[in-house]
Every structure is written in C-alpha cells, then in structure tokens.
C-alpha cells in the first residue's frame, strides 16, 4: 500500500534546507492531524486509512531526508494489532524511501522526549537544528507530545517496540546522534534491519561527515552480516598490523599497508640472514671452544632444572640438525641404543640426553655415554654452580 | 671454562626489543639456550674436520630446531618448521611418533592469490615458514611471532659468539 517511492521531489541533499523544513512542517502538521484522530487510543483500522493517503502525501514531501518513527512503547496494544511498531524512515541522501508497512496502524509515540528529540533530528542539518528545533517547539507549542515523526536516534531510551527491541541501542553507538530514527517496523525489517546494523557495523563507512545526514552510506554495504564479519576482519588485521609494526623496528613512521609490508619482510629477511651469519661465525670460532665439560654439564642441568619443554621435541632437535646433512639408516638403531642407555643413568629427562647425536663413526656413539656417566659425580661442584646460574 | 662464562652471560633473560603480548616466557630462557648450546658443543665435537660451510649449515639448522621447540608446538610457524627440517633430515621413525600424533597434517594448501590482501603478502609467505597454509590474519599473527623469536634467536647466537670470541686462552 505504501508505495516505496523513491523519490522525485528528492532534491538536493544538502541543497535547499528550508524547503525542506517546510516540507517537514508540513509533515508534522499532518502527523499531528493523524494523532489527533488517534488520541484516544491507537486504533488501528481507521488511522491507516487515512494514514496511508496521508503518508503517500508525506512521502513525497521529504523525499530525500531520513526520518524514523518510532512506535511509543505506551501504545502497548498497537505491537499486538499490528504485530509490531510501524516504522517508516526517510532517508536522506537516499532516494529510495521506505515503505510503510502494510497494515501499522500510524500510532506515533506520545512521548514528549521522542518528539522532542525526533524534532532534533530529523531531517535537519546541524545548522539546521536551530530552526529544526524551533520549527518542531513551534508547531508542537502544545504540550501536545506526539511527534512521533522525528524519532529520536538515540532511542535507547525508549525501547519503542518489543520486537525492534534490540535496535534502540544500535543508535547509541552511532555517532551522528542525528541521524536517523530507527523505527523498526515488521515489515520494514529487512531495509531497516540492514540500515540498523549498517549502522551499527561501522561508522566510518559512509565517507561525508556531514552531522544532519544520516547515516552512513550504507550503500555500499551488502548485507548486515557480510560486512559486519568483513568490519571484523578488518579490523582484526588493522590491529595486528599495529603489532608488527612495533615489533618491526622504524615502522611506527611509516604510513601505509604496503610499505610496512615491505619493511616487515625487509626485517624478517636481515634477520634470517643474521642467522646464518652468526652460524657461519659460531662454525668457525667453534674448534676453539673446549667443550668438553659441556655435554656433562647440559645433561645434570637438564637433570635438575625441570623445565617442560617439549621433549618431544627435543628427541626431534636432536635428530633434525645432526641428520640433517647425512643421513645413516644404521645409526638410528644406534641412537635409540644410546637413548636408552642414558635413560637408566638420567630418568629425569631422558630425551634431554645429548649422547643421541652423533655422527659418522660409531666410536663416537659410546663415548658420549661413558662421558656423561663419568662426569657426572665428578662434576658436582661445578654442577652447582650452574644451578645457581639457572635458577636466575 | 668456557662454559660457565657463556652461561652466564645468557642466563639473565633480557629482550626489552620483545612487545610485551605474546612473550617468551624468561624462565624457559636458560634451558633453550642450552639446547642451542648442546647442539653446538656436539656438533664442534662431531665434526671438527669437516668444512666450515658444513658445519655451519648445521649450525643454522640447529638454531632453527631449537627456535621452534622453544616456541612450542602451538605455533604454526614452528610446527611447519620442524616439519620441513625432518622432512629434510629424513629421519623419520623418530620424529613421526611424536608429530604426526600431535599434528594435523595439512594438505598441499592453495597457491592461488588469495583474496583481500595485499599482493606483498606472498612474500612474506615465502619467509615465513608454513605461510602457504595460512590465511592473511593468522600470517600476520604467526610473522609477529616469528620475528621475536628469531630476533631472540640473533641475540642468543650474538652472546655466544661474542662470549667465545672474547676469550682469550689463559697464558
């Protein structure tokens, strides 16, 4: 019935705002009419009637301004007539205007607040409001409450219908409190439901900052869901980007995705190649370093500091880098040998045993164990010492 | 001798480079840089003939290994790490038991360009062990990691040689 109309009378945006405020003047006269005839209780056959030709009249009116109705909550019977507020919204900027929803009765809100906050907003440009304000005080001089036009965007306050009763708060979050009136309405679900969690989901979407539009160009958005998760995504990423950036020394200066990329990679390439670098180092510093006293030494620390590293992986440590330029099928049975043997000396952390590694001759093998098993009463004392350096 | 000087010289954990979210527990510094440091001394003892670019590499592949067990198998960088070295060492029978029962296995992941991000990201996948098989935010996730354990890892590896090559033998 109420035809969706987008609207030719929409003009400019943010063009002609008196015309428009005449307009909106008008529009809340015939709403007030309409509330009249409904003071007595929101009776629902009567004011659709009327209403619809009344909102076909309205419709026209402000074609590209953003107003919601919200249902007051007082008007209880009305979600049971209608199953559910009746919601119309104007957009503004948007042609395409909503529809009434078959069978709502127009009850507006009652509610002094409501209106006072939906003559706030609707519609107006900040400043606007001014003569928003004084447009809505002037025609609703009378104490006369029902306003129901403008709904307040931030209709937290007044959970207007049951069923939209979640949406109320969406509002809140926004930040252009002027915006819209979030009038949810059953039929108006899907335009309203996507409008509302558009506006939920982001903010920043809609590009112009102008304060009395409404929202936020939610034209661009698919459906709710799929940009809310892509909202989510996205900013899940921003956050980690973030992260990197502070890892990544000299990165908080630079601007943009790219080039923190690039600075990323750029530092976790130096640092690869600082790596082998330093292995190189270690290669060749390594026939100096007396390590005797080493394998001992690891073994009774690992002995006593518990730790819970993976031995797991450990058993793995020991066999990737030592197998990893040859490999000999016969030392693997040698190697658990070894294992095996040092398990009985050391039950602590048997995978911790360095004696598994070994290379190219098996006279290695043993002598690692009869090592460990040697040194280890021998060396108590330095043992000691070391706990005391672990436990740091 | 030497020993006790390098031990004390890593034993302090100190990373101030390291962001405070997703740290390396300090109390497991002393033991990884062990493992780090038993490699090494079993791989100088092994291999004292064999040619600097040998031992070197395998010096490489042990700070990798060690990286990855300290960071743990929770990591995807790290699994996907081990995973290549063993592939690379062959040594199967003794590391599947552990891994294979613990890890996914994952399936040859697609190649293709992957959609909202941004084209530098496959570089980084390059870089990044196990990149292939991420999506963009995990990437982002496991490279943070990753740089701070390599970064530990660089510092580990500097101590010690800088505590080596500052010995001067005893007259």
Redesign the interface.
């Known amino acids: 019935m109420e035809p969706t109309r987008s609207s030719g009378a929409g003009s400019g945006n943010s063009g002609t705002y008196t015309p428009e405020i005449a307009e909106s003047l008008r529009f809340e006269e015939e709403i007030q009419s309409l509330m009249r005839e409904n003071t007595v209780h929101p009776s629902l056959e009567p004011p659709p009637a009327t209403g619809g030709s009344s909102f076909t009249a309205l419709l026209g009116l402000p074609a590209n301004q953003a107003v919601e109705l919200l249902h007051d909550p007082d008007s209880g019977d009305s979600p049971a007539a209608s199953g559910g507020c009746e919601m119309w919204r104007f957009r503004l900027r948007d042609p395409k205007v909503m529809t009434l929803p078959s069978g709502c009765s127009p009850t507006f809100p009652s509610n002094a607040s409501l209106v006072e906050r939906a003559a706030r907003f609707s519609i107006f440009a900040a400043e606007d409001s001014p003569e928003a304000a004084s447009v809505p005080s002037h025609t609703h001089s009378s104490d006369h409450s029902p306003k129901p036009k403008a709904e307040p965007p931030d209709s937290d306050s007044q959970p207007i219908c049951p069923i939209p009763g979640e949406r109320p708060q969406r509002p809140a979050k926004r930040k252009e409190a002027e915006k819209g009136i979030k009038v949810k309405g059953p039929a108006k679900k899907g335009r309203s439901a996507e409008e509302g969690s558009a506006k939920v989901a982001e903010d920043n979407t809609g590009g112009d900052k102008l304060p009395y539009v409404h929202v936020r160009a939610r034209r661009g958005q698919a459906t709710d869901s799929h940009s809310l998760a892509e909202r989510a995504?996205r900013g899940?990423?921003n956050a980690?980007?973030k992260?990197?950036q502070?890892?990544?020394?000299g990165c908080s200066k630079i601007s943009g995705?790219?080039l923190v990329?690039?600075e990323?990679?750029n530092?976790?390439?130096s640092?690869?190649r600082?790596?082998?670098l330093?292995?190189?180092?270690?290669?060749?510093?390594?026939?100096?370093?007396?390590?005797s006293?080493?394998?001992s030494?690891?073994s009774a620390?690992?002995g006593r500091?518990a730790?819970g590293?993976?031995r797991?992986?450990?058993?793995?440590?020991?066999?990737?880098?030592?197998?990893?330029?040859a490999?000999n099928g016969g030392r693997?049975q040698q190697?658990?040998l070894q294992q095996q043997q040092i398990w009985h000396v050391d039950s602590v952390h048997p995978h911790?045993m360095?004696s598994v590694?070994?290379?190219?001759d098996p006279s290695?093998l043993f002598n690692?164990g009869s090592s460990l098993l040697g040194y280890e009463p021998a060396n108590s004392a330095?043992l000691h010492?070391?706990q005391l350096?672990?436990e740091? | 001798?030497?020993?006790?000087t390098l031990?004390?010289h890593l034993?302090?954990p100190s990373h101030p480079?390291l962001?405070p979210?997703p740290p390396l527990p300090p109390e497991?510094k002393?033991?990884?840089a062990?493992?780090f440091?038993?490699?090494?001394?079993?791989?100088?003892?092994?291999?004292?003939k064999s040619s600097?670019l040998?031992?070197?590499?395998?010096?490489?592949?042990?700070?990798?290994?060690?990286m990855?067990?300290?960071a743990?198998?929770s990591r995807l960088w790290s699994r996907a790490l081990?995973r290549r070295?063993?592939r690379?060492?062959?040594?199967r029978?003794?590391?599947s038991q552990?891994?294979r029962a613990?890890i996914a296995p994952k399936r040859l992941k697609v190649v293709r360009p992957r959609s909202?991000e941004?084209s530098?990201?496959e570089?980084?996948r390059r870089?990044?062990p196990g990149g292939p098989g991420m999506d963009?935010?995990s990437l982002?996730?496991e490279?943070?990691h990753?740089?701070?354990c390599?970064?530990s890892?660089?510092q580990l590896?500097?101590k010690?040689?800088g505590s080596?090559?500052c010995?001067t033998?005893q007259p």
């Open positions: 995504r899940k990423i980690r980007m992260l990197l502070e890892l990544v020394p995705t790219a990329l690039d990323i990679i530092h976790v390439q640092l690869q600082q790596v082998e330093l292995s190189m180092r270690l290669a060749a510093v390594n026939p100096r370093i007396d390590f006293g080493v394998d030494f690891l620390e690992c500091v730790v590293n993976g797991g992986g450990v058993g793995m440590e020991q066999s990737a880098w030592m197998e990893a330029p490999v693997r190697q658990q911790q360095p590694w070994e290379r190219d290695h690692p330095s010492i070391n350096k672990t740091l | 001798p030497s020993l006790p031990c004390n034993s302090p480079s962001s979210s497991s002393p033991m990884s062990f493992h440091l038993r490699a090494l001394s079993q791989i100088n003892k092994s291999t004292p600097l040998l031992r070197s590499r395998r010096i490489r592949q042990a700070a990798y290994v060690s990855a067990c300290r743990g198998r081990l070295l063993q690379r060492s062959r040594l029978y003794l590391i552990r891994t613990g909202g941004p530098r990201a570089a980084l870089l990044v963009y935010c982002l996730d490279t943070a990753y740089i701070q390599l970064s890892q660089v590896m500097q010690v040689v080596i090559s010995e033998p």
